[in-house]
């Protein structure tokens, strides 16, 4: 490829990025997008960078074979995983990784194929082996399942994502979008009802200048109290978004522990999250390292130190919320370890102090 070809690429990396984004599949800085080159090369999203400030420098040539990169900007930390990808699937051109919420939800249920269909059709989905992200257990176990599923565009990481293929972006992207409402079919045929997702506010605060500032006039008493005890006992939130989306409300009445079923659970809001009977409990239930307290059947408050750390746990709630419906109508599940959950929590409190450094 010569500079223009390569620089064509990387915009096309951008556009389809946006494209994902618009369409819901990609969010925030979640996900990775990537493309061969040659051979031996492929490009690939960076680490940490929002898809709606991607600039074509930012997206990095990999050396598939040992992942060597000459750029400042840090690839995606599955790199190991895309590399994995093009190596055994030599018809792959084009990947996009993303934790997209039905595929990602019907890969917790413990089960090694996803049964569904799409425009009358038969869909089978394969969902590769868990493993902890970023490994290279997690390349492999990848590698494996698309090797073994040779006429697989799109499979289920456990716990975690997908990762869609094609001969060009265009065919990864329509894998993503077909994987997605075949997902959420065979989840309305498991939970026998509707599936929504999204954040759906109830009474929602910020703090200014030190002062509770409630974004509704008319917040009930009782739940301003609750606001006043969440600030006074975690001095790093700032911002409490109240969800009450529907997955989030039922898990609040039905539910009594959370564990987590998908990575960004682990990562985001804790290890584990109680629903309380009372207010005693909901009160006994802030704790410094989960963001998120439940008020019974009345969905949760998700917490951050800015409104949009806020919803980044409002929307990974809702969406373990789903997972954990599913997984209580299916009968079985799988459920990370604790010793996993604790690595991903420390791992991602460790990186994110930092990235929040260096925005400083
Ligand atoms: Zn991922």
Known sequence: MNSNELLEARQEIIRVSRELHEIGLLVRTWGNISSRVDEDH?????????YEDLTPEMIVLVNINDLSYESDVKPSSELKVHAAAYKVRPDAEFIVHTHQVFASCAGTLGQKKIFSYFDDEDVVIPVAAYALPGTEKLAEN????????????????????TLCLGADAREAVFEAEKMETACNDFLIDVCKTDMTHGVECGYNSHLEDGQIVFDQKDTPERVKQIHQHIYAKRPDVSYIIHNKAEAVLTVSRRANHMKPLLDDFAQLIGVGVKI????????????????????????????????DDALAVAMVLDKGCIAYMAVMRNGEGHYLSLLECIKMNRHYRKSYSKLADIKK
């Open 42 to 50: 492929f490009l690939i999203t960076p680490s940490g960078i929002r």
């Open 142 to 161: 990848v590698a494996r399942c698309l090797k073994k599923y040779k006429d697989a565009n799109g499979i289920i990481m456990a716990n975690h994502g």
């Open 276 to 307: 309380p009977n009372n207010d005693d409990e909901l009160y006994h239930n802030i704790k410094k390292s989960v963001n998120v307290v439940f008020s019974q059947n009345d969905g949760a408050y998700c917490l951050g130190s800015n409104e």
